[in-house]
């Protein structure tokens, strides 16, 4: 297991956030946003320039995470269109910054959510629309999943409560559906609270053939009043969880997986 850091929780600035990396001891950088711009909107110069630094101050890169497709209704959006290949665009930028940081880890977003409901007995069309949403969601992630394989580089995706992933359980639908073993997992338990996928070690061990990166925070969450209290890690819903998760990740020595927090 290696510990990093989400770098724009520390700064703006690169050679900053490499004095602040230095001083903690974390050799691990996870580069979202750099010089006030998310990394996937940062010039291949400005990359070059991070990897000196990097370099120089004996810091890795674990993951390059994008936002493209953030933010974007799969409804309004179809493969080919201006919006759908500015994204793209974008996704690709970051694969040649993670190329130039020397990172094999790319992580993208999931559009914005559509319910997704599996239904039965007329729940599927009257709850769920005929699912429509997954289907098209499957259209629309099957480009980024190609671009992965001929790219070589691992896509990796995060659950997140307001995109088209949500849990552990629909990622793996997603790789099975799709065929694609270079789309990976990018785990924040906290984030899959809001829909009740708590994580046990059942869960955990069904994950592990995918796992790439883990975030952790903790948080209060509840779904009913859609409220959502980030707290200390440890005193909030994770907390008995935790313990169990990073005995085990350490027993199984999970070298290959790097851990923000």
């Given at each position: 297991?290696?510990?990093?850091?989400?770098?724009?929780?520390i700064?703006t600035?690169?050679?900053?956030?490499?004095?602040?990396?230095?001083e903690t001891?974390?050799?691990?950088?996870?580069f979202q946003?750099?010089?006030?711009?998310?990394?996937?909107?940062?010039?291949?110069?400005?990359?070059?320039?991070?990897?000196?630094?990097?370099?120089a101050?004996?810091?890795?890169?674990?993951?390059?995470?994008?936002?493209a497709f953030?933010?974007?209704?799969?409804?309004?959006?179809e493969?080919?269109?201006?919006?759908?290949?500015?994204?793209?665009?974008?996704?690709?930028?970051?694969?040649?910054?993670?190329?130039?940081?020397?990172?094999?880890?790319?992580?993208?977003?999931?559009?914005?959510k559509?319910?997704?409901?599996?239904?039965?007995?007329?729940a599927d069309?009257w709850?769920?629309?005929?699912?429509?949403?997954?289907?098209?969601f499957?259209?629309?992630?099957?480009?980024?999943?190609?671009?992965?394989?001929?790219e070589?580089?691992?896509?990796?995706?995060e659950p997140?409560?307001?995109?088209?992933?949500?849990?552990?359980?629909?990622?793996?639908?997603?790789?099975?559906d799709?065929?694609?073993?270079r789309?990976?997992?990018?785990?924040?338990?906290?984030?899959?609270?809001y829909?009740?996928?708590?994580?046990?070690?059942d869960?955990y061990?069904?994950?592990?053939?995918?796992?790439?990166?883990?975030?952790?925070k903790?948080?209060?969450?509840d779904?009913v009043?859609?409220?959502?209290?980030?707290?200390?890690?440890?005193?909030?819903m994770?907390?008995p969880?935790l313990?169990?998760?990073?005995?085990?990740v350490?027993e199984?020595?999970?070298?290959?997986?790097?851990?923000?927090?």
């Amino acid at each position: 297991m290696k510990i990093s850091a989400i770098i724009d929780g520390i700064s703006t600035d690169c050679r900053t956030i490499c004095e602040v990396m230095n001083e903690t001891g974390v050799k691990y950088a996870e580069f979202q946003s750099c010089s006030g711009k998310r990394i996937e909107e940062n010039t291949l110069d400005e990359a070059r320039a991070y990897k000196a630094l990097i370099d120089a101050y004996g810091i890795t890169a674990s993951c390059v995470t994008t936002h493209a497709f953030a933010g974007v209704p799969i409804g309004a959006l179809e493969v080919g269109d201006e919006t759908y290949q500015h994204h793209m665009g974008l996704l690709k930028n970051g694969i040649e910054i993670a190329r130039i940081l020397g990172c094999k880890q790319v992580r993208t977003m999931c559009f914005t959510k559509t319910i997704v409901t599996f239904g039965k007995n007329g729940a599927d069309k009257w709850n769920a629309n005929n699912n429509q949403a997954w289907p098209k969601f499957l259209a629309l992630f099957a480009p980024v999943a190609k671009l992965a394989e001929e790219e070589d580089i691992d896509i990796l995706i995060e659950p997140c409560f307001n995109s088209m992933i949500t849990s552990c359980w629909l990622f793996k639908k997603l790789v099975e559906d799709l065929g694609c073993k270079r789309i990976k997992l990018l785990w924040d338990p906290c984030n899959n609270l809001y829909y009740q996928e708590y994580p046990t070690l059942d869960v955990y061990e069904s994950i592990k053939p995918y796992l790439a990166h883990i975030h952790i925070k903790d948080a209060i969450i509840d779904p009913v009043r859609s409220t959502n209290e980030f707290r200390a890690i440890g005193t909030g819903m994770l907390a008995p969880y935790l313990l169990d998760l990073a005995a085990d990740v350490k027993e199984k020595k999970k070298n290959g997986i790097s851990v923000e927090q």
